[in-house]
T-cell receptor
Framework: NAGVTQTPKFQVLKTGQSMTLQCAQDMNHNSMYWYRQDPGMGLRLIYYSASEGTTDKGEVPNGYNVSRLNKREFSLRLESAAPSQTSVYFC???????????????FGDGTRLSIL | AQSVAQPEDQVNVAEGNPLTVKCTYSVSGNPYLFWYVQYPNRGLQFLLKYITGDNLVKGSYGFEAEFNKSQTSFHLKKPSALVSDSALYFCAVRDGRDDKIIFGKGTRLHILP
């Protein structure tokens, strides 16, 4: 059972470079999420997709774009990376949107991204 | 707006002693509360949740949490700590009307042998 798979696991970028973080889940979940985790800040929601074909901004969307490619895949793109985007990025999925379900989120193991 | 607070950045407990990790919340509607655990270099794992019903909720690995509506708290507890419980613990809350779950900043739990 793979669950939520994120690629790559590590990446170093130079300021201004672009990159796409990939996420795929094999649990047939409707909802998917992107978070960033910074020391002392906990997890902050960047974007989420309550269902296939929809995306919405979270708490910290600036500098990011997302694509819900299909039900399984939800990618996060940094168009022009900045040092402030150095972080650990987590993708998560849940059976339904929290608005309609109380099922927990399932997390990938993260992408550790450094912007020089 | 909903919010969640974990007042302790770190909690140290001797192995075999009871442990408590604190969480308080604020929502405008009915709260839905969760605890997650994160081990090094891993994603968050679900431990337990409170939706409705009994105020004492039991979860994975012997953990339990007590919902207290008057104090707006949802503290995580375990009767006897293990060294393997050392990890980062996150409390999370959502308003019953929202798509999003808000996470606390996390509490690092150290169990001392």
């Amino acid at each position: 059972n793979a669950g939520v798979t994120q690629t790559p696991k590590f990446q170093v970028l130079k300021t201004g470079q672009s990159m796409t973080l990939q996420c795929a889940q094999d649990m047939n979940h409707n909802s998917m999420y992107w978070y960033r985790q910074d020391p002392g800040m906990g997890l902050r929601l960047i974007y989420y997709s309550a269902s296939e074909g929809t995306t919405d901004k979270g708490e910290v969307p600036n500098g990011y774009n997302v694509s819900r490619l299909n039900k399984r895949e939800f990618s996060l793109r940094l168009e022009s990376a900045a040092p402030s985007q150095t972080s650990v990025y987590f993708c998560a999925s849940s059976e339904e949107s929290p608005r309609y379900s109380n099922q927990p989120q399932h997390f990938g193991d993260g992408t550790r991204l450094s912007i020089l | 707006a909903q919010s969640v607070a974990q007042p302790e950045d770190q909690v140290n407990v001797a192995e075999g002693n009871p442990l408590t990790v604190k969480c308080t919340y604020s929502v405008s509607g009915n709260p839905y509360l969760f605890w997650y655990v994160q081990y090094p270099n891993r994603g968050l794992q679900f431990l337990l949740k409170y939706i409705t019903g009994d105020n004492l909720v039991k979860g994975s690995y012997g953990f339990e949490a007590e919902f207290n509506k008057s104090q707006t708290s949802f503290h995580l507890k375990k009767p006897s700590a293990l060294v393997s419980d050392s990890a980062l613990y996150f409390c999370a809350v959502r308003d019953g009307r929202d798509d999003k779950i808000i996470f606390g900043k996390g509490t690092r739990l150290h169990i001392l042998p």
